[in-house]
Nanobody
């Protein structure tokens, strides 16, 4: 499975971005798809995940209330809608797919996209 993450860019604080994660090679069926982010000098942090089969989202502290994860079956794509962005949201955002036992850790996600940079200016 190859994952392509896109949608990052430069946005002012308070703005919005929508990230996309598209799979090729097979569908997301049977997988959990997660978004993680990594800021310079920091560990990779869980943002949100969605179980493709059950369409059940789950959010980490960084994603609660401002971010929404959703899937599009027809496009085999998972979106991360990010609203009310803050400078501390600046990071490289990665999407990942797999069957993790614990969705909030990178372990168990077998496939990773290349990352897309989100920069939020103050």
């Amino acid at each position: 499975v190859q994952l392509q993450a896109s949608g990052g860019g430069l946005v002012q604080a308070g703005g919005s971005l929508r990230l996309s994660c598209t799979a090729s090679g097979r569908t997301f069926s049977g997988y959990t798809v997660g978004w993680f982010r990594q800021a310079p000098g920091k560990e990779r942090e869980f943002v949100a995940s969605i179980n493709w089969s059950y369409d059940s989202p789950f959010y980490g502290d960084s994603g609660k209330g401002r971010f929404t994860i959703a899937r599009d079956n027809a496009k085999n794509t998972v979106y991360l809608q990010m609203n009310s962005l803050k400078p501390e949201d600046t990071a490289v955002y990665y999407c990942a797919a797999g069957q993790p036992d614990i969705v909030v850790t990178p372990v168990g996600y077998n496939y990773w996209g290349q990352g897309t940079l989100v920069t939020v200016s103050s």
